[in-house]
């Protein structure tokens, strides 16, 4: 009796500890990926604001700019642009590369699927950097600047991914449906995405509201919007009618449902004012960033998590009271 008391007093010391140690580690990724999080989506922004301000070639050269780091003789808002995109995509490039040695060096402490995760992430980075020196060596190919993008994208809804499997250890597979309807109005807006890239660097829209000619790019454009909000709506009404799935997830999906207006408004005033005013633009590009966002969250969170912290360490007491 003795000893198995002590035991059970020594497995007690020891999961609190070890469960203090590894959510150390946890929160620092944790905190981690929220920065990346912030600075992918600036610079899914900035990118774009380069893009409509026609500031992509702004530096002639990669990947400094006038051959310096600052180029203070030749600093303008279009220098400034480009210039600023090169220095947040170095810092999320440097965040990546930071996430994954430290997850090599504590890769005992973390779950086994981490260090491969970011060895993936770095591999995105060195794609995305590779493809932002040809979009400028190919003076902005429509391709080039569609595929910077799209990997942006992928590396945003990869680092969100990676936050929610930290932070929910559990996976509801009763809930995999609503996964799935999530899914397709993420996969719409990517498509989306695409297509809007192709729209402005091909300046198939100013061809077609100015002279009604290349109105296909357009016409594809403004359709898709049609089962992206189908689709948003109709995951608001499941919501909605199950309660409690609308109560324990309402911060997002009232967020969703905004963007969506939103989205739908910043689109009408870009065609309206013939995409010459850049806030229009720009505000429908960070939109579509934060719907990609928000349907990525929705997808790999729990939803109905609930905190239970305390719950291994309240099974080992129940088990030492016994």
């Known amino acids: 009796m003795n000893l198995n008391y002590h035991a059970k007093?020594?497995?007690?010391?020891?999961?609190?500890?070890?469960?203090?140690?590894?959510?150390?580690?946890?929160?620092?990724?944790?905190?981690?990926?929220?920065?990346?999080?912030?600075?992918?989506?600036?610079?899914?922004?900035?990118?774009?604001?380069?893009?409509?301000?026609?500031?992509?070639?702004?530096?002639?050269?990669?990947?400094?700019?006038?051959?310096?780091?600052?180029?203070?003789n030749h600093m303008n808002l279009r220098v400034f642009l480009e210039w600023f995109h090169r220095l947040d995509a170095f810092l999320v490039g440097l965040l990546i590369t930071s996430k994954f040695?430290?997850?090599?060096?504590?890769?005992?402490?973390?779950?086994?699927?981490?260090?491969?995760?970011?060895?993936?992430?770095?591999?995105?980075?060195?794609?995305?950097?590779s493809i932002g020196a040809l979009t400028v060596i190919n003076l902005l190919n429509s391709y080039s600047v569609t595929a910077h993008l799209l990997t942006a994208f992928l590396l945003l809804i990869t680092t969100i991914t990676i936050n929610q499997n930290l932070e929910n250890c559990e996976f509801n597979k009763s809930l995999i449906w609503w996964k799935i309807l999530l899914f397709l109005p993420l996969s719409l807006s990517l498509v989306q995405s695409f297509i809007g890239?192709?729209?402005?660097?091909?300046?198939?829209?100013?061809?077609?509201?100015?002279?009604?000619?290349?109105?296909?790019?357009?016409?594809?454009?403004?359709?898709?919007?049609?089962?992206?909000?189908?689709?948003?709506?109709?995951?608001?009404?499941?919501?909605?009618?199950?309660?409690?799935?609308?109560?324990?997830?309402?911060?997002?999906?009232?967020?969703?449902?905004?963007?969506?207006?939103?989205?739908?408004?910043?689109?009408?005033?870009?065609?309206?004012?013939?995409?010459?005013?850049?806030f229009f633009v720009i505000a429908h590009q960070l939109n579509a960033s934060l719907l990609i966002a928000i349907l990525t969250t929705l997808i790999f969170r729990n939803p109905y998590l609930t905190k239970k912290t305390n719950q291994p360490f309240n099974s080992v007491i129940a088990g030492f009271n016994s």
């Open 197 to 278: 890239v192709r729209l402005s660097s091909t300046w198939s829209a100013h061809l077609c509201l100015s002279f009604n000619k290349q109105c296909l790019i357009l016409d594809t454009h403004k359709l898709f919007s049609i089962p992206i909000s189908i689709s948003i709506l109709s995951i608001l009404a499941i919501s909605i009618y199950k309660q409690d799935l609308f109560l324990k997830n309402w911060k997002y999906l009232c967020s969703l449902f905004f963007l969506l207006i939103s989205q739908i408004v910043l689109g009408i005033l870009s065609l309206q004012t013939n995409l010459s005013e850049p």
């Open 101 to 129: 040695i430290l997850s090599m060096i504590w890769r005992k402490n973390l779950p086994y699927w981490l260090p491969k995760t970011y060895s993936l992430l770095v591999c995105l980075v060195i794609v995305q950097g």
């Open 9 to 72: 007093i020594r497995a007690l010391i020891n999961l609190f500890t070890n469960k203090i140690y590894h959510s150390k580690y946890k929160s620092v990724f944790l905190k981690l990926g929220n920065h990346c999080v912030l600075a992918l989506i600036v610079l899914i922004v900035v990118g774009g604001a380069t893009r409509v301000m026609e500031a992509g070639l702004a530096c002639p050269d990669w990947p400094l700019c006038y051959g310096k780091f600052l180029p203070l």
